[in-house]
């Protein structure tokens, strides 16, 4: 793939040969947009043999360390080192879809659009469903819009803030009685405007207690979801241990716009009877 008959019997990994390869051959504009192509050539390829109606995108970035001086290499503060900070684009199945290699300085979002905005379009060709999931570096509202003006579904984790606090007080206190064993896991869904936000949106928090911890686990994310629900609710499960593979719920609150919703790791149990809830629950569960 990297050379001629002659030179691959030689060898492809000899340090020669793949400086030839990244200082002539992608030097050229064609070869580097060709290899690009070959990389998603081979994924549609096996996502047309699936037959993958639907598509959830994995967007992040990295730390991809260097030592020496490194062209555009910088030293980033996060990882607290001198590196490169490239952004990945993957599918369900793990597989890359698209990768680009910024300075190790910039922001983890730099560069979102024109690494994922293309896949989606591609995507929407097919045509597939597309669902795009990411942690607080991308909770930018360019990209909530973007993904909204597409139709695309999304589920981006929030910053705390004291506004949102605010909105869960209630369920930062663990209830009366003898903690058990399993985790106390509360959901509430309820709507959200930031003050650089142009309108309401959806947002999700999850409110854990633990046994032996003093304060809660508290998240947030924001989501745009097809499914009808009611303005505000909340949910509580209690959830067993991973390694027992327990699940117990604990009695659903009443109310037609009662549900339970999931985010993150955990797995929780659905403790709602609520369809929509449980479509929401699987459609963002990584």
């Not at 390829?45 to 639907?54: D, I, K, S, V, Y």
């Not at 949106?201 to 009808?228: N, Y």
């Not at 790791?265 to 369809?275: E, L, M, N, Q």
Request: glycine share 6%; aromatic share 8%; hydrophobic share 35%.
């Amino acid at each position: 793939m990297l050379a001629s008959r002659a030179r691959r019997e030689t060898s492809v990994a000899l340090t020669s040969t793949l400086h030839w390869f990244e200082t002539e051959v992608l030097t050229e504009e064609r070869n580097f947009q060709g290899l690009v192509r070959l990389n998603t050539d081979w994924v549609q390829h096996e996502a047309t043999r699936r037959r993958t109606r639907r598509v959830i995108l994995d967007i992040d970035s990295s730390e991809s360390p260097v030592y020496g001086a490194q062209e555009q290499s910088a030293y980033n503060g996060h990882f607290e080192s001198v590196c490169y900070h490239p952004l990945f684009v993957f599918n369900q199945d793990g597989d890359c879809l698209a990768a680009t290699l910024p300075p190790g300085n910039v922001p983890s979002a730099k560069g979102w659009e024109e690494t994922l905005l293309p896949i989606i379009d591609r995507l929407h060709a097919q045509p597939q469903t597309v669902v795009v999931r990411a942690d607080a570096a991308f909770a930018l509202p360019a990209i909530y819009e973007a993904l909204e003006r597409r139709g695309v579904g999304y589920a981006i984790r929030l910053p705390a803030n004291d506004v949102l606090a605010r909105a869960i007080d209630d369920l930062l206190t663990r209830p009366r009685g003898r903690p058990g064993y399993a985790p106390l896991v509360r959901y509430r869904s309820f709507q959200y405007q930031a003050a650089s936000w142009d309108r309401p949106r959806r947002v999700i928090a999850k409110v854990e207690h633990h046994l032996g911890e003093l304060f809660p686990r508290v998240g947030f994310i924001v989501t745009r979801s097809r499914e009808r629900t009611g303005p505000s609710s909340t949910s509580t499960t209690s959830v067993g241990p991973r390694s027992s593979g327990s699940r117990r719920a604990r009695p659903p609150p009443t109310g037609p716009g009662s549900r339970a919703i999931g985010f993150g790791p955990t797995r929780s149990a659905c403790c709602s009877g609520s369809y929509a809830a449980r479509s929401l629950w699987r459609q963002f569960e990584k």
